[in-house]
């Protein structure tokens, strides 16, 4: 069974601090792709060296068992390489013992606690032999011979000094030795004593000169990459540790978990500026559509039904018009509803509907991700009515959303307190349940909403993947059988159904109820789809038949308007768009790209992910993996010897090219 099972949770966001309770829809796309990787400590932010896995969940990545021979030339004791194998066993043994040296690979906090162990102030001792004087203007009086020779004696004169943490000597006695013979060994060298001292830009010069004559110079790749992240260049530092790790065949799991904290470094980084600069608007109709849902419909408030004599310059007016729009469930809808709540609070004159107001205007800030609005209306809405637990409901899915457990919990006690036959209660309490993983108590909510209200499908739907999560396959299977009887005409239970027989690989089951649940949206909701079944349908088609180009089409009947804007369109596509800012099938799209080796194209898919997300969270996961696709091509345009070896690691999986 796969652990990435689609859960119809909130409008597929992640499953973390950015979940939300009350979401009736498909597993969330970022948790759909991250999962599996983060349970198995798999490197799916390098792309570089992959292997495809395709599950019930999609396509996600991880690293592959290839081995690659690797150059980690020039220790800074650099031992004698014509030593014998016994001889340079034993003197490494002795280096280690008696000079510890700051790992390059670790976090800066980390070399820094090092280098505090080891930097206890000495009195220099003087490590010249004899030498000549030596300088650019004496070294080419010296033939080439003795050039060679004093190189190599001043190196070993700077290993002792910097064995007693003479670093000053040591990068004194480095530099002659360098004007000797330039060698990147002695430039790696002397970047380890100003990494030792601090000196973050003199490390990048040094161990750029040595990259520079040795391109796969590992020791110095992965210094320069701890300098620039104390220089807080975490773009040139992952690049740095991105090509270390392929160089090195992924065999050292210290430098991996070096480029997964880079990576979330540049994301987290790059997020924080994009939230910013990020105008506060609706995620895509398919997820506000998915949330509203959530909830079981109710007739309007008594005073703001059509036939009501209500001015639209009024308070009660505007309040009427935004139920109309959110009732045509489109974008344009949305977007009125949004613009008509706020209008009618500012108005006024609301009367016993204020607390309905506050409660739908908080539903549209929640949405356009203000929180901390949202949350005081939704404050002022329980003030105002008590017995509106809609608005308790709410404001828990915000709690959770937020990482505040213990108040989701409160909010739904509060809930209870007022109104403890409101199956809507039982229902999201269940899936706060869910997402913690306390799968047999979901159950029992999820059966307490059936018991109250058996017509609202969402708790079926539930019910059924609760018990798929809890291994009882048979009966998960007998629900849905029973749901798909009982709601014979909504397509939701075709999809959901759909997604546990692909997790079981029945490829042909599953495509027959995606196809169901496809045409039943066109019938019923031709102006509002839900365009989840196309997706889920596009990958069953990849993963049975590595059908790429027909599940290319399928997800571009979504994303049209944006696929026709990219270099592989093809001008026959003249669908209609559905859903063009649906995140999950633009990042879906970027999955099917990439094992075709369309790194550049997936890389906009995942850039555009990452514009449509609405939380931090979300927009740090998906510049991640836009920031992991950039480095690879980064890796191949400034080391191109590594291209060969990245397909070599990945192709024979359909890797990345």
């Known amino acids: 069974m796969s652990a990435n099972l689609h859960i119809p949770s909130a409008g597929n966001t992640a499953l973390d601090t950015s979940s939300l309770s009350s979401q009736p829809s498909s597993l969330p796309l970022w948790d759909r792709l991250s999962t599996w990787a983060s349970e198995n400590k798999a490197i799916v932010y390098t792309i570089a060296g992959v292997a495809v896995v395709v599950t019930g969940a999609g396509i996600i990545y991880y690293r592959s068992d290839s081995r690659t021979g690797s150059r980690d030339s020039g220790t800074e004791a650099d031992l004698n390489k014509?030593?014998?194998?016994?001889?340079?066993?034993?003197?490494?043994?002795?280096?280690?013992?008696?000079?510890?040296?700051?790992?390059?690979?670790?976090?800066?906090?980390?070399?820094?606690?090092?280098?505090?162990?080891?930097?206890?102030?000495?009195?220099?001792?003087?490590?010249?032999?004899?030498?000549?004087?030596?300088?650019?203007?004496?070294?080419?009086?010296?033939?080439?011979?003795?050039?060679?020779?004093y190189a190599t004696k001043l190196k070993i004169a700077g290993n002792k000094a910097y064995g007693d943490k003479s670093y000053n000597e040591a990068i004194d006695l480095y530099g002659k030795a360098i004007l000797c013979k330039p060698d990147p060994v002695f430039y790696s060298n002397r970047s380890a004593c100003y990494n030792a001292l601090g000196d973050w830009d003199k490390v990048v010069e040094d161990t750029s000169a040595a990259i520079a004559l040795d391109s796969e110079y590992v020791k110095a790749l992965n210094r320069r990459a701890n300098a620039y992240e104390h220089l807080e260049k975490f773009s040139e530092a992952l690049l740095d540790a991105t090509a270390s790790c392929i160089i090195d065949g992924f065999r050292n799991e210290q430098s991996v978990q070096g480029v997964e904290r880079l990576l979330k470094k540049v994301a987290e980084a790059k997020g924080k500026a994009m939230l910013n600069g990020k105008a506060k608007r609706l995620p895509s109709p398919t997820f506000v559509t998915n949330y509203l849902q959530s909830f079981r419909p109710r007739p309007r408030p008594e005073g703001?039904?059509?036939?009501?004599?209500?001015?639209?310059?009024?308070?009660?007016?505007?309040?009427?018009?935004?139920?109309?729009?959110?009732?045509?469930?489109?974008?344009?809808?949305?977007?009125?509803?949004?613009?008509?709540?706020?209008?009618?609070?500012?108005?006024?004159?609301?009367?016993?509907?204020?607390?309905?107001?506050?409660?739908?205007?908080?539903?549209?800030?929640?949405?356009?991700?203000?929180?901390?609005?949202?949350?005081?209306?939704?404050?002022?809405?329980?003030?105002?009515?008590?017995?509106l637990t809609q608005s308790y409901i709410k404001r828990a899915s915000m709690h959770l959303e937020l990482g505040n457990?213990?108040?989701?919990?409160?909010?739904?006690?509060?809930?209870?307190?007022?109104?403890?036959?409101?199956?809507?209660?039982?229902?999201?309490?269940?899936?706060?349940?869910?997402?913690?993983?306390?799968?047999?108590?979901?159950?029992?909510?999820?059966?307490?909403?059936?018991?109250?209200?058996?017509?609202?499908?969402?708790?079926?739907?539930?019910?059924?993947?609760?018990?798929?999560?809890?291994?009882?396959?048979?009966?998960?299977?007998?629900?849905?059988?029973?749901?798909?009887?009982?709601?014979?005409?909504?397509?939701?239970?075709y999809n959901y159904y759909g997604e546990l027989l692909l997790d079981q690989q029945k490829y042909s089951e599953a495509i027959e109820k995606f196809e169901t649940a496809i045409e039943m949206e066109k019938q019923t909701k031709p102006l509002g789809m839900n365009v989840l079944p196309l997706v889920n349908k596009a990958l069953a088609l990849f993963q049975w038949k590595q059908d790429f180009q027909e599940a290319e089409k399928l997800l571009q009947k979504a994303l049209?308007?944006?696929?026709?804007?990219?270099?592989?369109?093809?001008?026959?596509?003249?669908?209609?768009?559905?859903?063009?800012?649906?995140?999950?099938?633009?990042?879906?799209?970027?999955?099917l790209l990439l094992p075709q080796g369309k790194v550049t194209e997936a890389l906009k898919y995942f850039e555009r992910a990452a514009e449509l997300s609405r939380t931090e969270g979300e927009i740090v996961n998906a510049l991640s993996y836009s920031e992991a696709t950039r480095t690879q091509l980064e890796v191949q345009e400034k080391y191109p010897q590594l291209a060969s070896r990245l397909q070599g690691m990945g192709g024979q999986f359909g890797g990345m090219r």
């Open 82 to 149: 014509r030593a014998s194998k016994k001889e340079r066993r034993k003197a490494k043994k002795d280096k280690e013992k008696d000079q510890p040296q700051p790992d390059p690979r670790a976090a800066p906090e980390q070399a820094e606690q090092q280098e505090a162990k080891r930097n206890v102030p000495t009195v220099e001792p003087d490590h010249s032999d004899d030498f000549p004087k030596i300088d650019s203007s004496t070294v080419e009086s010296f033939s080439e011979q003795e050039r060679k020779e």
């Open 304 to 387: 703001l039904e059509d036939t009501a004599d209500l001015s639209e310059d009024s308070g009660k007016g505007q309040l009427r018009a935004g139920l109309a729009a959110m009732e045509k469930r489109t974008g344009e809808g949305y977007d009125a509803a949004s613009v008509a709540f706020d209008k009618a609070l500012e108005l006024r004159d609301l009367g016993d509907h204020e607390a309905f107001a506050y409660n739908m205007r908080g539903t549209f800030r929640y949405l356009r991700g203000e929180n901390a609005d949202a949350l005081r209306d939704l404050d002022k809405s329980v003030e105002l009515q008590p017995s």
């Open 560 to 591: 049209i308007s944006m696929y026709l804007s990219l270099p592989h369109a093809s001008a026959s596509l003249t669908c209609l768009a559905v859903d063009p800012e649906c995140d999950i099938a633009v990042a879906t799209m970027a999955q």
């Open 405 to 493: 457990r213990e108040g989701a919990a409160e909010d739904f006690e509060n809930a209870m307190e007022h109104k403890q036959d409101d199956p809507d209660i039982f229902y999201h309490r269940a899936q706060l349940h869910f997402i913690l993983g306390e799968f047999t108590e979901a159950a029992k909510d999820y059966q307490k909403s059936i018991d109250l209200d058996p017509d609202f499908i969402f708790s079926h739907i539930q019910l059924g993947v609760t018990q798929y999560k809890m291994g009882s396959m048979a009966s998960s299977m007998a629900t849905f059988r029973r749901t798909m009887k009982k709601f014979d005409k909504v397509p939701d239970v």
